[in-house]
Structure formats: C-alpha cells, structure tokens
C-alpha cells in the first residue's frame, strides 16, 4: 500500500514536469545553479554529533561532575594518582585531544571547500590554538553556541532522513529491476 502511495506520487512527479518541459520554452540562459548533495554531507553530519557531544560535555555541569566526582573514585585515586590537579591536567588533556581530532577530521573535509579561507583550516586552527588571537571570529558566546548546535542537530536529522530515504529508494530500484527481468 505505502509502495504503491509512494509510485503514484513519483509517478504525478515525473508527469509534471515532463508537462511543464514541454510547456515552457527552453530559458536562453541559465538561471538557477543548481546544488548538489555530495558524500561530503554524510561526512559532515557524521562529525556534527560529536562536535555537538563535545559541547555539552564541556558544559558547567560535566566538568563539576568531572571535578567533584569522577576524579575522586577510589579506583582512580589507587591506580592513576592522588593528585587533583594532576588527574584534572589528565582530563583536560583528553578533551584537548579529542578537540584536535575532531579539528583534523574537519580540516580533512575542507581541503575539497571552494572557498580559499576554508582549505587552510588546519593551519588556521593551529593558530588560534596555539595563541589567544582569534581574527576569524570562532569564539562563541553560550547563546551564539546553543543556536549553531539547534542548527547543527538539524542538519545531522535531514541527513539521516535523506539517507534512510535513498536506502529505501535503494530497495525500491532492486525490487523494480527483479520484476522487469521476471518479464
């Protein structure tokens, strides 16, 4: 049943605009460019989620958790160290460590960008590691923040939807091509 929904609506799809080729005359120039999804957007919303992790892991809350009870397990205190400050130098090293991977994968990514600014990314970032000086603008307050991670989830959803989709559309193909070699 949702098969056959989902072929009469292809079906009034293609129908349609094989009506509106035949009816409107060929543009004499190109107007509208197109866009194209690419498996760089599968990429990409495989490094949001956990650019997004990261940010509520360094949330107030998760690092007083950190601080207050993580660090003061009995086992971590026998086999790592008694030191507070050494054991909270250790978790701060983590997540810096992770922040550099997440920043490579990203750097990896916009080596194929057109824009010139975005190809130098990894040195860019190294820079603004290494240095308080932040000329592009990445320091975001919590607001700034919270906006780009709603927009980021989003993004990570559409994504998940659109390749469930081509799954399905997938299946759908293979289950054509059976009937038309049965015939």
């Keep these: 049943m949702a098969l056959e929904t989902w072929l009469i609506k292809v079906k009034k799809t293609i129908s349609q605009s094989f009506d509106s080729v035949r009816a409107a005359p060929p543009p004499k120039t190109p107007v509208i460019k197109r866009s194209r999804v690419g498996v760089l957007a ?4 495989g490094i949001m989620p956990k650019l997004t992790h990261m940010w509520r892991f360094l949330s107030d809350e998760n690092i007083a ?4 009870e993580s660090i003061c397990l009995e086992g971590v205190r026998k086999i790592v160290s008694d030191d507070d400050t050494f054991l909270l130098g250790l978790a701060c090293a983590e997540i810096v ?9 990203v750097s990896r990514i916009s080596k194929r960008c057109d824009d010139p600014i975005l190809r130098t990314f990894e040195t860019l970032f190294d820079e603004f590691a290494n240095s308080d000086h932040d000329p592009y603008n990445w320091t975001l307050n919590s607001k700034e923040m919270e906006a780009k991670i ?3 989830e ?7 939807i659109l390749y469930r989709e081509i799954d399905n559309l997938t299946v759908i193909e293979n289950k054509f091509e059976e009937i038309i070699d049965k015939q």
């Design 97 to 105: 460590e992770n922040l550099r991977v997440l920043a490579k994968s």
């Design 154 to 160: 989003r993004y990570v959803t559409a994504t998940a």
């Design 65 to 68: 958790h950190l601080h207050n």
């Design 42 to 45: 599968f990429e990409i919303a």
């Design 150 to 152: 709603k927009k980021m």
